[in-house]
Structure formats: C-alpha cells, structure tokens
C-alpha cells in the first residue's frame, strides 16, 4: 500500500513540497513572514536567504490560495515536459531570477513576497519545452503570457489581481521569473518527447 502510494506521488513530490512549505510559512504568521520575505536592505546585509524564501511567503491566505491554483494549471499542463531535476532547476533559477531582478533592477522595491514571480518562470519553462516537443496549443498559451508581461510593464497590474491578492501587485516580478525560465526551458529537456497513453487492438 505505502509503495504505490509512493510511486503514486512522486512524480509530483516537487509542488506538493512546494506547496507544503508555503502553508507552513502561511501558518507561521506575520513574525516569520517578516524574516523570511524579499526586503532589500535584509539581503544587502547579507541575508541571502530571503532571495529564495521570499517566493514562499505570501501576504495572506487568498494569495497563497491564488498562487498554489496556479502551480496546479502549471504542473496539469506542463509537468510531463520536463524531467523532476529539470523543474527543480527551473524552480531555483526562477526564484533568484525573480529576487536578484528586483534586487538589481528595481531598486524602488524595498520588500516582496509571492511565487508569482516564480510561477511566470515555470510557466515560460514549461510551454518552451511543449512547443519544442511539437505542441502547438502551449504556443498559443505563451504568447498570451507574453500579452500579458507587455501589458503589466504599460500598464500596471491586470485588473482585479490586487484585490485578489490582498495589496500590491509587483509586476515587475512576473517579468523577471519569466525571463528566467527562459533557459531551463530550453536546456532541461527530455531526450525524448512524451509518450502517448499506449493504446491495445482487439483482434477480429
């Protein structure tokens, strides 16, 4: 029983962790969050560790609720496109694209917290590796992606995603996970593209 519960969820041992740990900063109230989330003149002091936890912490319950249905849409569609040590990367590399950005970038930024930012990295990993795969619909799905970075740096936020969210939205996260999850996209493929269900012919 515990085996084929195990060989069961493995495959998606990486956002039921990651998903894990959020709730149990969630849990941890406002003292851990403070400790845990991006604040600039923390890591400048060499708090490194908030360039990583920083994407765990959220502002409340309905943003880590909005935030964990999007690794939901992102591992339903994507998570058979790359290999669990490939999405490990893409998740790494997001998470300090999304921190070391605002760090480097946007210097107006003095806190953030959210996976947001980490999610537009999967994402953009993810529909790359299906398009590269012959995929066409996750096309579709990128370059909507794509409307939508140009829209937040025009424009601000979509409408609505603040109050959804609880506070500020830093648009400028989404762009800098997204260009981070360029590369693993493109890297971190599998040799070969998924297999199809295998299907059994009834003989006459």
Known sequence: MLNRLTARYRPHALPLLLALSAILIAA??????LELR???ASILDGEWWRLLSANLVHLGWPH??????GLVMIWLLFH???SNIAWLVTLIVSSLGVS???L???????WYVGLSGTLHGMFFAGAI??????YRLELILLLLLCAKLVWEQLYGALPGSADMAGGNVVVDSHLYGAISGILPGLLALKK???QQPATTEKKP
């Open 192 to 194: 070969q593209p998924p």
């Open 80 to 82: 058979r496109f790359l």
């Open 64 to 69: 880590l609720a909005m935030n964990l249905a």
């Open 129 to 134: 590796a299906a398009v590269i795969h012959g």
């Open 28 to 33: 941890g109230g406002q003292e851990l969050a």
């Open 100 to 102: 070391l950005g605002l």
């Open 38 to 40: 991006f604040q600039r």
């Open 104 to 110: 480097w970038f946007s210097p107006e930024t003095q």
